[in-house]
């Protein structure tokens, strides 16, 4: 598969454009193709261009407003809600970023609870930002129901994903962004896109049994929680403080079947942001330093976040990889 290079911002600028053109205001399509470049310039291939066909199915389908405009509710001093208005989830983050940083300054901590929304892209993007920041972040986002709880038959949980952010004085953040699922969603329809199977404990088949064929998985089947009842509980938490506490839809709540093309999660996220300046964590950064050199020294020399800053660094210097049969793709929607 022959494979190009594009210059970030010329990939950007391509995915604007792209947008523009199939429904979403001009704010939404600057936010949203900044999200889906910078996961292609990092490599995390599920949710770069990959996504775009999604994005453009489900706002054809009329499932999703890209025109909407966030509602953001100043609740209390530690609290900002955000109504996304049926719209996308990171134009509604934007909507409420001054606000929440406002809070966090002032308090120590603050959260972002935003409803109404749609999640369809990576988790770390969101949190990222706020750990350049020397501020300590932590999101949680819930989806639809593709995931079988331990010990249940059918699915209820979304992949429902959890993606932390911390300062590390003379690096970038330490950042990571998991399914509380086996496998990523996106991970799954790769696979089945390029005629993989995938290992056991991944997920199960339509009649809820164990398959390694992703195709299965996606065709009436379901996931699996990382670790057994582990995974099963985290996935669960993600669903109180993601829907419950922020107002949005349990990833069971919602139905698209009137929306043929609809791709995207009707749910909610969270956000908590923490200044750890305000306590005797104002050496943070530094103790995040030093607690990463204590695990090289037990032999992990990969932290979270390292292959996609290496990534990165090889995109900025290379341009962003993307396939010519994708480049060409996103051209001819413009069409």
Request: proline share 6%.
């Given at each position: 598969?022959?494979?190009?290079?594009?210059?970030?911002?010329?990939?950007?600028s391509l995915l604007t454009q792209v947008f523009r053109r199939?429904?979403?205001?001009?704010?939404?399509?600057?936010?949203?193709?900044?999200?889906?470049?910078?996961?292609?310039?990092?490599?995390?291939?599920?949710?770069?261009?990959?996504?775009?066909?999604?994005?453009?199915?489900?706002?054809?389908?009329?499932?999703?407003?890209?025109?909407?405009?966030?509602?953001?509710?100043?609740?209390?001093?530690?609290?900002?809600?955000?109504?996304?208005?049926?719209?996308?989830?990171?134009?509604?983050?934007?909507?409420?970023?001054?606000?929440?940083?406002?809070?966090?300054?002032?308090?120590?901590?603050?959260?972002?609870?935003?409803?109404?929304?749609?999640?369809?892209?990576?988790?770390?993007?969101?949190?990222e930002p706020f750990a350049r920041q020397g501020l300590v972040a932590l999101a949680l986002v819930n989806s639809?129901?593709?995931?079988?709880?331990?010990?249940?038959?059918?699915?209820?949980?979304?992949?429902?994903?959890?993606?932390?952010?911390?300062?590390?004085?003379?690096?970038?953040?330490?950042?990571?962004?998991?399914?509380?699922?086996?496998?990523?969603?996106?991970?799954?329809?790769?696979?089945?896109?390029?005629?993989?199977?995938?290992?056991?404990?991944?997920?199960?088949?339509?009649?809820?049994?164990?398959?390694?064929?992703?195709?299965?998985?996606?065709?009436?089947?379901?996931?699996?929680?990382?670790?057994?009842?582990?995974?099963?509980?985290?996935?669960?938490?993600?669903?109180?403080?993601?829907?419950?506490?922020?107002?949005?839809?349990?990833?069971?709540?919602?139905?698209?079947?009137?929306?043929?093309?609809?791709?995207?999660?009707?749910?909610?996220?969270?956000?908590?942001?923490?200044?750890?300046?305000?306590?005797?964590?104002?050496?943070?950064?530094?103790?995040?330093?030093?607690?990463?050199?204590?695990?090289?020294?037990?032999?992990?020399?990969?932290?979270?976040?390292?292959?996609?800053?290496?990534?990165?660094?090889?995109?900025?210097?290379?341009?962003?990889?993307?396939?010519?049969?994708?480049?060409?793709?996103?051209?001819?929607?413009?069409?």
């Open positions: 598969m022959s494979q190009e290079r594009i210059p970030f911002d010329e990939l950007v199939h429904g979403t205001s001009e704010t939404a399509a600057d936010v949203l193709a900044r999200n889906c470049a910078s996961a292609q310039r990092d490599g995390s291939d599920s949710h770069g261009v990959f996504r775009m066909p999604g994005y453009l199915s489900t706002l054809a389908s009329g499932w999703v407003d890209g025109n909407a405009q966030p509602v953001v509710e100043d609740c209390a001093p530690g609290f900002v809600a955000v109504d996304a208005g049926n719209g996308f989830a990171q134009p509604a983050l934007e909507a409420g970023r001054e606000l929440l940083l406002e809070k966090v300054r002032q308090n120590g901590i603050a959260l972002m609870a935003i409803r109404n929304s749609h999640h369809f892209a990576a988790l770390w993007p969101d949190v639809m129901a593709c995931v079988v709880p331990a010990g249940g038959r059918k699915p209820l949980f979304g992949t429902n994903p959890i993606s932390f952010a911390a300062p590390r004085t003379g690096h970038d953040p330490l950042v990571f962004d998991l399914a509380t699922c086996a496998i990523a969603h996106g991970d799954v329809q790769i696979a089945a896109k390029e005629g993989k199977t995938l290992p056991e404990g991944y997920g199960v088949d339509a009649d809820g049994q164990p398959t390694c064929d992703p195709e299965k998985i996606l065709d009436g089947g379901a996931l699996l929680p990382f670790g057994g009842y582990k995974g099963s509980a985290l996935s669960m938490m993600v669903e109180l403080m993601a829907a419950a506490l922020t107002g949005g839809n349990f990833s069971f709540e919602f139905d698209w079947s009137g929306h043929p093309g609809a791709k995207t999660p009707w749910t909610g996220e969270l956000l908590i942001v923490i200044d750890p300046a305000r306590g005797a964590g104002s050496n943070f950064a530094d103790r995040t330093e030093t607690l990463v050199q204590a695990m090289v020294g037990v032999g992990q020399t990969r932290q979270p976040g390292d292959r996609r800053y290496r990534q990165r660094a090889e995109s900025q210097r290379l341009g962003v990889a993307i396939t010519a049969a994708d480049l060409a793709y996103l051209k001819g929607l413009l069409d």
